[in-house]
């Protein structure tokens, strides 16, 4: 216990070390951010609430924040879209609210950047059996080897490489970025995405057919180079949603929060190196989910080690970090070793996930980040 403190105790001086050094120079610029949930958080229930957590996060010397809009294949805003397609305009739980323009507006009185997050992102439905979405367009489905409902830890998922879900993403997306005075959007490790194990439907079947000389996918759905046409599929999606919200608003942050790499690739076709490479990223936050310094550190390692140096326009790579999931809160050492690490290679910034995880044991991590590395004000970096 006495070596954990030390560890913990060396790492705040390295942090408060390096905001002594920007505050000499007199400005700071991080990305200091955290994902507002509607699962296990109350913020998006009353505009109270949204005021008093922005309030918070505004006092605790963050900068921006990523509210969800898409889960459970509801919406946290009115959507004509989903009103139009599936009778469902937002969540049963906002009626007669719109609790993205109350934190669009909150958000801004305080100076802080508001980023929606599209987390439900490709997947139709948690342990429902495709949902609503696939009752009413069961031909949007996705199938595994078998000809099943593409199912993977609990999540059923829309078919990503059909024309008309990926029409229907993109719109919700547009939906949004034409509808709110947002400064950007995000993806997540659902969008763009599929499990490695998909791709068998009729559709997907006569796609692949039609480019390989009628010869039928693999059978071994981590066949190379089939998850390589298909990842290549997800990879022009995101390109192209990039540039439609950029020929929307120029001025937008394309942010993508996927999976780490390799694994990303490996389980749900993410290349996201690619998206950096490619110019269709302009902020990427991989989820650094990780229980344990060490592993925190080596992931960290891995990942740099494979993003790529240089792309045009791109604020850059920061990682995402689980603060509480369940029961689970981040130890005090551990959020200051992970902060310090990041500082000392490089990566100016972090978010959390998710806000809760500030709120917790009387507000504890929220106070270590205070008056640790977060003691200073700092600015959201631009490209």
Same mark, same amino acid.
């Given at each position: 216990? *006495?070596?954990?403190?030390?560890?913990?105790?060396?790492?705040?001086?390295?942090?408060?070390? +390096?905001? *002594?050094?920007?505050?000499?120079?007199?400005?700071?610029?991080?990305?200091?951010? &955290?994902?507002?949930?509607?699962?296990?958080?109350?913020?998006?229930?009353?505009? !109270?609430?949204?005021?008093?957590?922005? *309030?918070?996060?505004?006092?605790?010397?963050?900068?921006?924040?990523?509210?969800?809009?898409?889960?459970?294949?509801? !919406? +946290? %805003?009115?959507?004509?879209?989903?009103?139009?397609?599936?009778? !469902?305009?937002?969540?049963?739980?906002? +009626?007669?609210?719109?609790?993205?323009?109350? &934190?669009?507006?909150?958000?801004?009185?305080?100076?802080?950047?508001?980023?929606?997050?599209?987390?439900?992102?490709?997947?139709?439905? %948690?342990?429902?059996?495709?949902?609503t979405i696939l009752t009413k367009k069961p031909h949007w489905a996705a199938r595994d080897a078998k000809g099943n409902l593409l199912s993977k830890n609990g999540f059923e998922w829309m078919n990503a490489y059909h024309p008309q879900v990926q029409r229907f993403i993109m719109q919700l997306v547009l939906e949004v970025v034409q509808t709110y005075d947002v400064n950007g959007v995000q993806g997540d490790d659902r969008l763009p995405a599929q499990p490695v194990e998909g791709g068998y439907s009729a559709y997907t079947d006569s796609l692949y057919r039609a480019h390989h000389q009628g010869r039928p996918p693999p059978k071994d759905h981590r066949d190379p180079g089939w998850i390589r046409w298909r990842a290549d599929i997800l990879n022009r999606f995101a390109a192209e949603l990039y540039t439609n919200i950029k020929t929307n608003k120029p001025h937008l942050i394309v942010s993508w929060a996927p999976s780490v790499y390799p694994w990303s690739y490996q389980e749900y076709l993410q290349d996201w190196p690619e998206w950096i490479r490619g110019g269709y990223a302009d902020l990427v936050i991989p989820q650094v989910y990780r229980y344990e310094p060490a592993k925190y550190r080596s992931t960290m390692e891995e990942m740099k080690a494979v993003t790529p140096k240089t792309a045009k326009k791109f604020i850059g790579v920061y990682p995402g970090i689980l603060m509480r999931l369940g029961n689970y809160y981040i130890d005090e050492a551990y959020l200051l070793q992970a902060v310090a690490y990041n500082r000392a290679h490089g990566y100016g910034g972090e978010v959390f996930f998710f806000y809760e995880g500030l709120r917790g044991k009387d507000n504890h991590l929220a106070r270590v980040l205070i008056n640790g590395p977060y003691r200073m004000v700092a600015t959201f970096p631009r490209n």
């Amino acid at each position: 216990m *006495q070596n954990l403190v030390m560890v913990g105790v060396m790492a705040l001086l390295i942090v408060s070390c +390096t905001a *002594q050094d920007h505050e000499d120079n007199g400005d700071i610029s991080e990305i200091r951010g &955290v994902w507002l949930t509607n699962v296990d958080s109350d913020v998006l229930l009353s505009r !109270t609430a949204i005021a008093e957590a922005l *309030q918070f996060i505004k006092e605790h010397h963050f900068n921006v924040v990523f509210p969800v809009v898409w889960n459970n294949a509801l !919406t +946290t %805003y009115p959507s004509a879209l989903m009103d139009s397609l599936f009778g !469902t305009p937002i969540d049963p739980r906002y +009626t007669g609210r719109d609790p993205l323009a109350e &934190v669009v507006e909150e958000a801004h009185r305080r100076g802080l950047l508001v980023i929606p997050w599209f987390e439900f992102g490709f997947s139709a439905s %948690y342990k429902k059996n495709g949902g609503t979405i696939l009752t009413k367009k069961p031909h949007w489905a996705a199938r595994d080897a078998k000809g099943n409902l593409l199912s993977k830890n609990g999540f059923e998922w829309m078919n990503a490489y059909h024309p008309q879900v990926q029409r229907f993403i993109m719109q919700l997306v547009l939906e949004v970025v034409q509808t709110y005075d947002v400064n950007g959007v995000q993806g997540d490790d659902r969008l763009p995405a599929q499990p490695v194990e998909g791709g068998y439907s009729a559709y997907t079947d006569s796609l692949y057919r039609a480019h390989h000389q009628g010869r039928p996918p693999p059978k071994d759905h981590r066949d190379p180079g089939w998850i390589r046409w298909r990842a290549d599929i997800l990879n022009r999606f995101a390109a192209e949603l990039y540039t439609n919200i950029k020929t929307n608003k120029p001025h937008l942050i394309v942010s993508w929060a996927p999976s780490v790499y390799p694994w990303s690739y490996q389980e749900y076709l993410q290349d996201w190196p690619e998206w950096i490479r490619g110019g269709y990223a302009d902020l990427v936050i991989p989820q650094v989910y990780r229980y344990e310094p060490a592993k925190y550190r080596s992931t960290m390692e891995e990942m740099k080690a494979v993003t790529p140096k240089t792309a045009k326009k791109f604020i850059g790579v920061y990682p995402g970090i689980l603060m509480r999931l369940g029961n689970y809160y981040i130890d005090e050492a551990y959020l200051l070793q992970a902060v310090a690490y990041n500082r000392a290679h490089g990566y100016g910034g972090e978010v959390f996930f998710f806000y809760e995880g500030l709120r917790g044991k009387d507000n504890h991590l929220a106070r270590v980040l205070i008056n640790g590395p977060y003691r200073m004000v700092a600015t959201f970096p631009r490209n």
